[in-house]
């Protein structure tokens, strides 16, 4: 790797000889990727430092316009088309209008705090908090979900007219049981608090056991049990269903990538699979034993135009924006053809038409002269669809957003067929239908299933291992001999093109559930479409993920969204180190900000070197973020939003780098030196508009309500750490934050408790730690302060409750004659017998005065 000036990589070679390169402007902001194949991304910015227009290695163009408090108010698409935004006085998003025109508009309370959302067909949802800014009540049109909660701030029920969700945890905050309308997932944990079982509503159960590194190395299930080995990178190289010959076993090559599986029987090899890669890492050909080999050609941009193979041939075509605008795979398939589109909305795809509402929403599909209509609801979800032969479908959800039956109706609105689905968090535990339960387990902390059990009363339990391709979607199931019972094969956009098999799973791209009525794909939050490649519905997110708020992915050979929400590399390498919890806790609705959107895909910059960064420091701000999120999650979902991050809170330093940096030689952030000091130093999560408020934010000249200006705030804080007293430097933080009324306005809201949380997370980890805060004293050097005390942690505890309350309890008001004593005690011990016997005895040395360093001399004290 090379490095540049301000400590950020500038170029890396990657094991294969590929080459990545990244420019950056005069102000450190990286304003050029270079790929591997020599493909660039480039960024220009304003004169505040705000990127104002991002180009694609073919030349599209996305543009950013802000307003005077640099707040985003418009981007423009490749197309010249425009997205608004506009805000209140407060700095709230009170509306935006998308690039079809749809607007949509925004309440607030008196605290900022999201409270409405109507859409142009007057539609609404409203929300409802108590006290502590908790969502109680969310009413979307007549659907009306109320939450409840325990003493410990966690989620305990999640209600509406179609369903019960209610949660029970164990002493350390862990999911134990979930059960929706009476049908329970419990869940046990280890000492290391992996989950070792799952026992599903229909009696199903499943044993992990895990290795040192916590990978999984062992599933049993129905009466089964998968092996999983690993090789020394952490990959897995071989799976085996233990007491037979069926094994899965897996290359890679130096760059984490996979290259080939193989599957194996007693009859010998009944699959196999090779992948080849562009110096970028996109795929370039996949080998497939069953569907033959393909060759995939892709453009400047990165997506695939071209898929060719013995007697097979796919071929796309893309607008600037990265619509497709051509689609061609092999059959008579009547979405085979030119795309047509009214702004961003599909119109129609070869023969097959598509109609609108003013939300943007399909309602409408005419596909060989056959009907289906759908209906929605306020929130977005689909509802109900009628099918070309009259019949209905009903689709309920339940309070946390998740589909949980599908009712068939005939003509006359009698119930023919129910389908009940049971959650795992954000992963499908099991589908119900009739007597029958079909259960899926997945590898801890991915979208990749790993079996399918059939459960048919009366019979033995029918059991497939799952083969997922290179993103996790399944490509086979094997039965216990080995033999491939189902074989999965698309066209790129996932619509499928193989024949029946033997045994049939309706799980397709990671997080997608085929519905055979519609032939679309639920999505968790959305249903896709594979004849088009879209979706029915916008993202809720907007545009932060992504520049259309209709379109799957980039490349599907290369990016998931299992949600619905946002695309994300699949996890193809080594196994996570911590079960990662329901992926239910990744989504957020819109409404609460707008930030700029993600910059179209280009190549990913690399981490540095990694380093470790003590709990409660600016360094582990991503680590607390998480910390928060997995807490509070069930309070953020109910507020529509997906996690905590830069959008609501931003970490504070208590005691600022320009005073713990000062002297430093450099500025912030333009070393590994300034970037170090930075990292380890104390910070917490504060609510965004309070941290924006605060004299130490910026350079304010004027003096604050605390008598601070922004300079004579930071010499403060600076006298106080070189006096060795990092308390009174915090107290004087947060003295500044009783006086700012963005502050006093999250009292009682789930951001502000999120920040009461965290900072006394930050005292409690520096106290522990034993260590103290290390500043610079000039080029090159350093000192630390002492570390916090007992009475410090104390005392930090209470400021921060003095501020929100404004109240300062007598009984531990500081007295520095109570200080000096508590000290002096401590330090200074009662003489004990053998120290007077001693001293008789001649036994100490002569008195210290503080000038000998003799180990023998008595102290003067």
Known sequence: ?????????????????????????????????????????????????????????????????????????????????????????????????????????????????????????????AIERDALGRVVSRRAGDDVATFTYDAADRMTSARNAHSEVTIAYDALGRIVAESLNGRAVLSEYDAAGRRVSRRTPSGAESFFAYDAANRPVALRTAGRTLRFEYDPSGREVLRRLEGTPVELRQGWDASDRLTSQTVSSGRGVVQHREYGYLRDGLVSSISDLISGPRSLRVDRAGRVVDVQGQGWRES????????????????????????????????????????????????????????????????????????????????????????????????????????????????????????????????????????????????????????????????????????????????????VLSPPGQAYTPLRFPGQYHDPETGLHYNFKRYYDPDTGRYLSHDPLGLEPASDSLAYVGNPTDMIDPLGLVATKPQTGPCPKAIAKAAAKKKRSPGNRVTKPTPTPGPKKPRRPPQSYADGTHGAKKREQNRLTGKYDNELKADGREKVSGQSHESEHPIPYEAIGRGSGGARGSSHAQKDIEN????????????????????????????????????????AIEAGDPNTAIQLNQLDYAFQKPFKDTNNTLDGKIADDSYHKMIDDAHASGKGLTYSTGPGTTATTPPLSDLDRRELHLTRDAVRDGEWPDQVKRSYDDDLKDIHDATYKTPTKEDWDKLDAGGFGPLDTGKKKDPNAMDTD
Do not use: C
């Open 680 to 719: 380890h130093a104390w910070a917490y999560q504060e609510a965004k508009p309070a941290h924006a408020s605060h004299q130490g934010t910026g350079n304010k000249g004027t003096e604050g309500g605390s008598g601070f200006t922004g300079k004579s705030y930071r010499d403060a804080e600076r006298n």
């Open 316 to 495: 796309y075509g893309y607008n600037l924006a990265g619509a497709i605008t051509q689609a061609g795979w092999p059959g008579a398939d009547p979405a085979v053809g030119p795309r047509h589109y009214q702004g961003t909305l599909v119109t129609g795809a070869g023969s097959t038409s598509y109609l609108h509402d003013t939300e943007g929403r399909t309602i409408a599909r005419r596909k060989l002269g056959r009907d289906w209509s759908y209906q929605w609801n306020s929130d977005d979800r689909l509802t109900g669809v009628v099918t070309p032969e009259g019949e209905r479908w009903l689709y309920h959800y339940d309070a946390l957003g998740r589909r949980i039956a599908k009712q068939h109706l005939d003509l006359h609105g009698r119930i023919l067929e129910q389908i009940d689905f049971v959650w795992d968090g954000s992963n499908l535990a099991e589908e119900l239908r009739g007597g029958t339960a079909v259960v899926w387990d997945w590898e801890p902390g991915t979208e990749r299933p790993i079996t399918q059990i059939e459960r048919i009363p009366g019979q033995d339990a029918r059991f497939h291992a799952i083969v997922t391709d290179l993103v996790g979607s399944p490509s086979e199931l094997l039965d216990e001999a080995g033999n491939v019972a189902w074989h999965l094969h698309t066209s790129l956009w996932g619509k």
């Open 1 to 125: 790797m090379k490095w540049d000036g301000f400590g950020e990589i500038a170029e890396q070679i990657e094991p294969d000889g590929s080459v990545w390169r990244w420019n950056r402007t005069t102000e450190g902001s990286s304003d050029e990727t270079v790929d591997a194949r020599g493909l660039s991304v480039r960024t220009e910015y304003s004169q505040f430092d705000l990127p104002t227009a991002e180009i694609g290695p073919d030349g599209d163009r996305l543009s950013y316009s802000y307003d005077t408090e640099l707040r985003l108010v418009s981007v423009t698409n490749e197309h010249g088309l425009s997205w608004h935004y506009e805000y209140d006085p407060a700095g709230n998003l009170i509306s935006e209008t998308d690039f079809n025109g749809r607007t949509t508009h925004y309440g607030y309370d008196a605290a900022g705090q999201l409270m409405l959302r109507a859409n142009g067909l007057g539609q609404t949802v």
